[in-house]
């Protein structure tokens, strides 16, 4: 039987993306205790994958589609088809921002004043490459939770860290003082899957229909960019 193996993003978009697949007429429903959905349309599986993780089962091929925000795309330098933009996220439906984070009463004004420092990041490549196209070089660690604590602490001088309204970051008495990227969750498939006849048009099927979705949840159309405009084959290895 032929199946489109799709992933869902397991965590802070997953509600939201069962939603819009509701939306668009699909009914994901799930044991807590499972990464395997079920969903009903016989020609899908679906498993639920941590966003950060989505493009590269994704580029290997374990995933035919799956649906993952686009700065994970970049941190794995993965080479996949970004099929549809689809801008909604855990608290609202515009874009994500990671920043360069600092506390209220850090001497850290500016993006060249983080040279030599220490910060803190889930995004580490991407921040890599980021300072280093600029010319700043300082000392990256991964951060595996908890971000914003460590700089709330000083056991780090900055962190980047990604936000959609700033809210947390100013409870917490911490200041933005750079954006390195914007970002928005992306419809992404497999290169080979994209070149498979019936897989292409069950992509292309969902991908309109999930435009439609987001539409009905209040993003307007034109910022809904459909299968037909795929934007292609991407490598992603920069900012």
């Not at 199946?3 to 994901?28: C, Q, R, V, Y």
């Not at 709330?152 to 911490?174: K, M, P, Q, Y």
Request: charged share 25%; hydrophobic share 40%.
């Amino acid at each position: 039987m032929r199946k489109l193996k799709l992933g869902i993003p397991k965590g802070s978009l997953e509600s939201n993306t069962i939603e819009l697949f509701k939306k668009a007429g699909w009914s994901i429903t799930h044991d807590s205790r499972s990464y395997f959905p079920d969903i009903n349309d016989e020609d899908i599986s679906c498993a639920l994958i941590r966003a950060q993780e989505m493009s590269r089962y994704v580029d290997d091929g374990t995933l035919d589609l799956g649906l993952t925000g686009k700065d994970w795309i970049l941190e794995n330098e993965s080479d996949v088809v970004v099929v549809q933009d689809l801008v909604y996220s855990k608290a609202s439906m515009r874009q994500a921002r990671w920043v360069l984070v600092v506390r209220e009463d850090s001497s850290i004004k500016t993006l060249e004043d983080i040279a030599g420092k220490k910060i803190s990041t889930e995004l580490v490549n991407v921040t890599r490459n980021y300072l280093k196209e600029r010319g700043v070089d300082a000392h990256l660690e991964f951060s595996w939770g908890a971000t914003e604590a460590k700089v709330v602490e000083g056991l780090v001088d900055a962190i980047v860290e990604v936000t959609e309204t700033g809210s947390t970051l100013r409870a917490n008495n911490l200041k933005i003082i750079h954006e390195l990227m914007k970002t928005n969750t992306q419809l992404i498939a497999n290169k080979k899957a994209w070149g498979n006849p019936w897989k292409r048009k069950k992509i292309e099927q969902i991908s309109i229909l999930l435009g439609g979705s987001l539409m009905a949840m209040g993003k307007p159309w034109e910022d809904c960019p459909v299968a037909p405009r795929s934007q292609g084959t991407h490598h992603f290895s920069t900012v």
